[in-house]
């Protein structure tokens, strides 16, 4: 197998892309290879002429991000501004966020709101949360992460931008990879966690001489209890193509926002062992599924509870395309098995070979990932 040391990062601050670092040979097992970044990305202020229209600004021509009409919350994206004594409508360029809750309004027109926006307002901690992308560069998507919080009087703030580098960098100086032929395999230091085979044959097959990239493929789910961040590996081409393919696994790791500093992947094992972690079961809201990862051998420890039923406690897993296949004795000791899929904090417990009378094959028990509160 050959394994590849990146050496240096050959890419100006405008492309925006983070390099997954390659694994070398030799040596006691798979080092870590360290990079840096020339500076953070930066974000952006709207231009002059921009903001000078929206203080002149006699009508804002909005357009809705989100609603929520149980708690009174709405965010909008500013598209057009008309301002006193034009006839024309002055573009905002992509700059300017509404937020509202209940009669009051609060103006943001620094953030950006291109590419699809996402908001999502959380009563329970008063927070709303706004991944707005914006172009870096030379056009290079990037989605920024903005948690907003509210006064008294319902004025809006902003309590933290999440910087997509500060991630990226945690990816990177984490994540290796190697490459043999059409196989890709990905490792955490000296662990595999994920490998696959290239079938975009028609690209020229895997250059083994470059990295794995991360660009604009990291997005961020809303939809979860925790902000969670979705990213993609694409791959360099032989053609010198570099694009994000359907082969490369989607790794999900849910945001960990510390009461001071910068955000982190909280426990950044669960971005390259997604599984990992204890899930409340649907019906009375207890822990009781428990998936943890084995280093010694690369397999995962499954113990399923099913309320009112039974409790797996020796189920054993492996990864698989389409999610964690485990193993396990049922009640009456005989091998009882299933696969787990995830979607944000979801699993979904899915048995397909059962012969106890009271687990039928197909039968479906979901769970949610329990969460820390912060």
């Known amino acids: 197998m050959k394994r590849v040391k990146i050496t240096s990062i050959l890419l100006a601050i405008y492309c925006q892309v983070v390099l997954l670092s390659s694994c070398k040979s030799g040596g006691p097992g798979v080092p870590h290879v360290q990079g840096t970044w020339d500076e953070p990305l930066a974000c952006d202020s709207a231009p002059q002429r921009v903001l000078e229209a929206f203080d002149s600004a006699v009508r804002f021509h909005p357009y809705e991000i989100m609603n929520d009409t149980v708690n009174n919350v709405c965010v909008m994206a500013i598209g057009e501004v008309s301002t006193a004594g034009k006839v024309e409508h002055t573009p905002t360029e992509g700059f300017g966020i509404e937020v509202v809750r209940g009669s009051i309004t609060t103006f943001f027109p620094h953030i950006k709101h291109v590419r699809q926006p996402m908001a999502k307002y959380d009563n329970a901690t008063q927070t709303l949360w706004l991944a707005s992308s914006a172009a870096e560069g030379t056009g290079v998507q990037v989605e920024w992460l903005y948690k907003i919080r509210f006064h008294e009087n319902d004025s809006a703030y902003i309590a933290r931008v999440i910087n997509p580098y500060d991630l990226q960098q945690q990816l990177y100086e984490r994540l290796c990879y190697s490459v043999e032929g059409e196989q890709v395999k990905l490792y955490d230091g000296e662990r595999l966690i994920w490998e696959g085979t290239n079938t975009q044959t028609d690209m020229g097959g895997l250059d083994s001489e470059q990295p794995l990239w991360i660009g604009e493929q990291m997005v961020y789910d809303l939809s979860t ?150």
């Open 225 to 374: 209890t925790t902000p969670s961040l979705l990213v993609k590996p694409g791959g360099k081409f032989t053609t010198g193509l570099v694009l994000t393919y359907d082969d490369m696994p989607t790794l999900t790791a849910p945001l960990k926002m510390a009461a001071h500093g910068s955000a982190s992947i909280d426990d950044v094992e669960q971005i390259v062992f997604p599984f990992e972690g204890t899930y409340l079961d649907e019906d009375n809201h207890e822990p009781s599924l428990f998936i943890s990862y084995r280093r010694s051998d690369g397999r995962y420890d499954v113990e399923i509870g099913i309320f009112r039923l039974t409790t797996l406690d020796d189920g054993i897993g492996t990864m698989g395309d389409s999610g964690l296949r485990f193993t396990a004795t049922d009640a009456s000791g005989n091998p009882i098995g299933g696969i787990i899929t995830l979607k944000g904090d979801t699993a979904t417990v899915t048995f397909t070979d059962s012969t106890w009378p009271l687990l039928n094959n197909g039968s479906q028990f979901i769970y949610t990932r329990e969460m820390e509160q912060y």
